[in-house]
């Protein structure tokens, strides 16, 4: 069994900072992509942040220069560091990973979800 758990959000005012993890869990081979949607309310769930095993980052072009993903491989953990947050940044944010077990299925999982709310 394999388990994405997040942690990290909360209430923060504009401008401000957090900080997202997430921990991989269970009977895992190796990890590939790592990534970070957002859900906010009435709005479809988006990507936000990727990060490949190994090669270069990307992101939704409203977080560019404010968001930075990076992962430990030795942890089997993504974060996301949120920098100058806005109101629009308001969402539930939701840790996904695509994960070969030991068995070598393929197969992506998707954390709980965790509250972030940007408000003065």
């Known amino acids: 069994q394999v388990q994405l758990v997040e942690s990290g959000g909360g209430l923060v005012q504009p401008g401000g900072s957090l900080r997202l993890s997430c921990a991989a869990s269970g009977s895992i081979f190796s990890i590939n992509a790592m990534r970070w949607y957002r859900q906010a309310p009435g709005k479809e769930r988006e990507l936000v942040a990727a990060i490949p095993r190994f090669g270069s980052t990307t992101y939704v072009d409203s977080v560019k220069g404010r968001f930075t993903i990076s992962r430990d491989n030795a942890k089997k953990s993504v974060y996301l560091q949120m920098n100058s947050l806005k109101p629009e940044d308001t969402a539930v944010y939701y840790c996904?990973?695509?994960?070969?077990?030991?068995?070598?299925?393929?197969?992506?999982?998707w954390g709980q979800g965790t509250q972030v709310t940007v408000s003065s």
């Open positions: 996904n990973a695509e994960i070969i077990d030991r068995v070598l299925n393929i197969k992506d999982y």
